[in-house]
Each structure stands twice: as structure tokens, then as C-alpha cells.
Nanobody
């Protein structure tokens, strides 16, 4: 059974940090590119960041550059998103997403709330 399980979300004050984790199982993790996507309340999905299968190439949405860092550990079948200098606009459900050609898997999401 394919599973992507996110964790690490929570309530944080503006300017704070969180580290999200996504644990993968049931597929050949090291073959897949991984992305993080979020959904703010009442809005559509927004792409946040991506990392290639080897972990040596990363991409970020413009508003996340310099604040977020994506990484992966293929030996642990996990991908991470370090989020610093968080803003209220970063509030939302964060999903990890595995992609290999036409094959895509989604996690169930983890809630991040940035509020004072």
C-alpha cells in the first residue's frame, strides 16, 4: 500500500519556524521527484517547493525563496520542508506529493497555522 504521511505541522507565531516531514512507503521512493503543495483556507492548491530524485536539485515558489528549504533522505524514504520566518499567509494545509512520470501520490496533509 502506497503511503505518504506528513507530520510536523502546528501553531506557530509569525517569524517562527517549523519542520515538516513526509514519510513514504509502498513505492520506490528514490525514483520519485517530490514536491510540497499547500492549500490556504478558501483557496486552491499552491505549489511550494520541489526536489528531484537525487536531492541535488531544488525549486521554490518565489515567495518561499530564502525562507523554506526542501531536502530528502532516500535511505529513510523521507522528504522534509524546513520553514523559517513564517508569515500568517503561510497558513494552510501542506501536502507532500510524489511524482514519477504520470504516476502521482498524495499525502493526507498537515495543518500549519501562523498566528499570534
Amino acid at each position: 500500500e502506497v503511503q505518504l504521511v506528513e507530520s510536523g505541522g502546528g501553531l506557530v507565531q509569525p517569524g517562527g519556524s517549523l519542520r515538516l516531514s513526509c514519510a513514504a512507503s509502498g513505492f520506490t521512493f528514490e525514483d520519485y521527484g517530490m514536491t510540497w503543495v499547500r492549500q490556504a483556507p478558501g483557496k486552491g492548491l499552491e505549489w511550494v517547493s520541489g526536489i528531484n530524485w537525487a536531492g541535488d536539485t531544488t525549486w521554490y515558489a518565489e515567495s518561499m525563496k530564502g525562507r523554506f528549504t526542501v531536502s530528502r533522505d532516500n535511505t529513510k524514504q523521507a522528504v522534509y520542508l524546513q520553514m523559517n520566518s513564517l508569515k500568517p499567509d503561510d497558513t494552510g494545509v501542506y501536502y507532500c506529493h510524489a511524482i514519477y512520470g504520470p504516476t502521482k501520490y498524495w499525502g493526507q496533509g498537515t495543518q500549519v497555522t501562523v498566528s499570534s
